[in-house]
């Protein structure tokens, strides 16, 4: 399953991939898991369909007016003068007009009502006129307008929405409208997480010189919560063999994936290496971006290891840009979408290295109505601040040898509408 073909220069931790790469190698790697369950179409919000849902119905399910006015069979129109029909009666939404629309007459309809049998075309009630029983139509009406055809939406059979789909609220509401009350779901991925360093102390103890609180399991536990994810928090690990070792090998057991923080980084920790050599099969990968250059990713017994950095702002860069999209296509998600670069201006200059990708963190807003995006201060990879302050990163890539003023530049935005 890992290319091993690596291994042969005997220093897997020396693979240098680029962002694309790295990506792509993930979610090739992964396959979905086959579990699945029934919920109630409420509780499928965020879920991924295990199954197509099939249309056990035509949606619409009857010839209906899409607005209020009058129903008639077009071919009583007069041509290019207007028309006089006679009104036999009412068509409401759920009350439908039982009788048949001839020659010459009309049923006033309202919107979502059933087409009466005969009828064809709706005019609409504004460019009429209404005189002692009897509608005037005037002239310039197309046949079949301003009605909704049987099947239209989506006919009897036809699959409504495919497997590996992720249900939002359109889904919810597509799902109702077929009656489908239990949804067959991807059951939930199970996503064990931990922090390892000597230097870490959970909230809630007071700091000891040269301690730091661990942040990373608060955003992780946010990331992973926002993926729909049912998480294992395991807490702190410090850096020493027997202790991390031992959290992988249970991590392991119950999890489909786990995620570490810390201790990827060149030389240190060593034998976090040793171990996930000694417990699966990993890669060490150094990627040619910034934030988030060191990586581990593999298998240790049957759950799928990202060994993310420990700086936090690159725990989020990798995650999102990489871990993502592997946990998604883990959970069953089909396609996996790309997430799409919007192109703004940059309203202030940017200091850049050619030859690696880098996001920054950035605030996009219409300033004189054109969309420009400016970087939000201290781009430390261990300064949060300005990863709270900012609503997309600023993606520059490879060849991009810094940016002025003006300059064309691309963002992703954190946040979608729904
Ligand atoms: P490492 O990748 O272990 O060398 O860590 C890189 C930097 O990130 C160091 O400054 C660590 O103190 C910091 N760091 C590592 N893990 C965490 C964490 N869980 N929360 C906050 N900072 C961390
Ligand atoms: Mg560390």
């Known amino acids: 399953m890992i290319d091993t073909s690596s291994c042969a220069s005997n220093a897997p931790e020396n693979i240098a991939?680029?962002?694309?790469?790295?990506?792509?190698?993930?979610?090739?790697?992964?396959?979905?898991?086959?579990?699945?369950?029934?919920?109630?179409?409420?509780?499928?919000?965020?879920?991924?369909?295990?199954?197509?849902?099939?249309?056990?119905?035509d949606v619409p399910a009857h010839d209906n007016s899409a607005m209020d006015g009058y129903a008639i069979c077009f071919d009583s129109l007069a041509g290019d003068v207007e028309t006089r029909l006679s009104v036999v009666g009412t068509a409401f939404a759920g009350n439908a007009f039982s009788g048949q629309v001839g020659k010459g007459q009309a049923v006033r309809i309202m919107t979502g009502a059933v087409l009466p049998a005969g009828a064809d075309?709706?005019?609409?009630?504004?460019?009429?006129?209404?005189?002692?029983?009897?509608?005037?139509?005037?002239?310039?009406?197309?046949?079949?307008?301003?009605?909704?055809?049987?099947?239209?939406?989506?006919?009897?059979?036809?699959?409504?929405?495919?497997?590996?789909?992720?249900?939002g609220p359109a889904e919810l509401g597509l799902i109702a409208s077929l009656g489908i009350a239990e949804?067959?779901?991807?059951?939930?991925?199970?996503?064990?997480?931990?922090s390892t360093g000597d230097e870490l102390t959970s909230i809630g103890n007071p700091l000891a010189p040269g301690e730091i609180y661990d942040s990373n399991r608060y955003t992780l536990h946010g990331l992973l919560t926002r993926l729909g994810a049912d998480i294992i928090d395991m807490g702190v690990v410090p850096d020493r063999p027997e202790a991390l070792e031992a959290t992988l090998a249970e991590a392991a057991l119950v999890a489909d994936a786990i995620i570490t923080t810390g201790g990827v980084s060149v030389?240190?920790?060593?034998?976090?290496?040793?171990?996930?050599?000694?417990?699966?099969?990993?890669?060490?990968?150094k990627l040619n971006i910034k934030p988030g250059r060191p990586m581990a990713f593999g298998k240790v017994g049957n759950a799928w290891l990202f060994g993310l950095p420990g700086n936090p702002v690159a725990v989020m860069v990798s995650y999102t840009q990489f871990a993502l999209d592997a946990l998604l296509r883990l959970s069953g998600l089909d396609p996996i979408p790309e997430?799409?670069?919007?192109?703004?201006?940059?309203?202030?200059?940017?200091?850049?290295?050619?030859?690696?990708?880098?996001?920054?963190?950035?605030?996009?807003a219409a300033v004189d109505g054109r969309w420009q995006v400016k970087t939000t201060g201290n781009q430390g990879s261990g300064v949060l601040r300005s990863m709270s302050e900012a609503n997309c990163f600023v993606v520059l890539p490879e060849n991009c040898a810094g940016i002025q003023v003006g300059d064309s530049v691309q963002v992703q935005l954190f946040e979608g509408i729904f």
Do not use: C
């Open 339 to 364: 997430r799409p670069l919007l192109t703004v201006e940059a309203a202030n200059p940017i200091k850049k290295q050619a030859g690696r990708r880098e996001y920054l963190r950035g605030t996009v």
């Open 183 to 194: 949804v067959d779901v991807k059951r939930r991925l199970r996503v064990a997480f931990f």
């Open 17 to 57: 991939l680029s962002a694309a790469q790295a990506r792509q190698r993930m979610i090739a790697e992964v396959t979905p898991i086959v579990g699945h369950e029934f919920v109630p179409v409420r509780s499928a919000l965020g879920r991924i369909l295990a199954a197509d849902i099939i249309a056990p119905h």
């Open 121 to 167: 075309t709706v005019v609409v009630q504004e460019v009429t006129r209404v005189e002692s029983g009897a509608v005037f139509i005037p002239s310039g009406q197309r046949h079949g307008q301003n009605t909704r055809r049987a099947g239209e939406d989506l006919a009897r059979g036809a699959v409504a929405l495919a497997a590996g789909k992720r249900i």
């Open 267 to 285: 030389g240190e920790a060593d034998f976090i290496k040793e171990i996930l050599a000694k417990l699966g099969e990993v890669r060490f990968w």
